[in-house]
């Protein structure tokens, strides 16, 4: 079993739907829970980050962390065709150095 | 300078010819990773260097791979003998320690 799962898609949906992507996870000592947005022929960009449990919020996207079920989400508000892209969830631990454990990512597609 | 710089962005050789990648950093970025993302699949892990501690070469697949950084500037990422298998985009990373990751663009190598 992977350490992070995620459906790696592809995800059409029309524009200005309500995305939804999730990842799960195996190990409770991640704490911090990253989500990446990877253009084609482009390395990732950081889009969100959250610590522990809860709820973060910018503009049009949200990110929600439930470590008692070892799920993470990310959701997409009026989806844009720019939000067209691969998204990836990333996991960490706390305290110094910590690798960052990727998942395979979801290939989201919006349709103008 | 202005974002992580990946060089060359691509790079074709042939099966046994040894390949070597560089990356350029965030000028004060002391923490520099190297990732593996092969077709459809996530961010595999491969070496990271933080300053002038021993780097944590975990990552690495098999001997046929090395990096090196000199002091907090650019690292060299070597495979030697290359095979059809490391055929991927190789992405780095760099970062202050327990920060958020910048990736650059990538190379993508191609073995025949």
């Known amino acids: 079993q992977k350490e992070v799962e995620q459906d790696p898609g592809p995800l059409s949906v029309p524009e200005g739907a309500i995305v939804s992507l999730n990842c799960t996870y195996s190990?409770?000592?991640?704490?911090?829970f990253m989500w990446y947005r990877q253009y084609s022929r482009k390395g990732p960009e950081l889009l969100m980050y959250t610590y522990s449990s809860g709820n973060k919020e910018d503009g049009r996207f949200t990110a929600q962390v439930d470590k008692s079920s070892k799920y993470i989400s990310l959701f997409i508000r009026d989806s844009q065709p720019s939000d067209s892209a691969t998204y990836l969830c990333?996991?960490?631990?706390?305290?110094?150095?910590?690798?960052?454990?990727f998942g395979t990512g979801t290939k989201l597609q919006v349709i103008p | 300078g202005a974002g992580v710089s990946q060089s060359p962005s691509n790079k074709v050789t042939e099966k046994g010819k040894d390949v070597e990648l560089r990356c350029d950093p965030i000028s004060g970025h002391t923490a520099l990773y190297w990732y593996r993302q092969r077709l459809g699949q996530g961010l595999e892990f491969l070496i990271y260097?933080?300053?002038?501690?021993?780097?944590?070469k975990s990552g690495l697949p098999s001997d046929r791979f090395s990096a090196e950084r000199t002091g907090e500037s650019v690292s060299t990422l070597t495979i030697q003998r290359t095979q059809q298998e490391d055929s991927a985009v190789y992405l780095c990373?760099?970062?202050?320690?327990?920060?958020?990751?910048?990736f650059g663009a990538g190379t993508r190598l191609s073995v025949l």
């Open positions: 190990n409770s000592a991640f704490q911090y």
């Open positions: 990373a760099s970062s202050i320690p327990g920060n958020i990751q910048y």
């Open positions: 260097f933080q300053g002038n501690s021993a780097p944590d």
């Open positions: 990333a996991m960490s631990g706390s305290g110094g150095y910590q690798k960052v454990t």
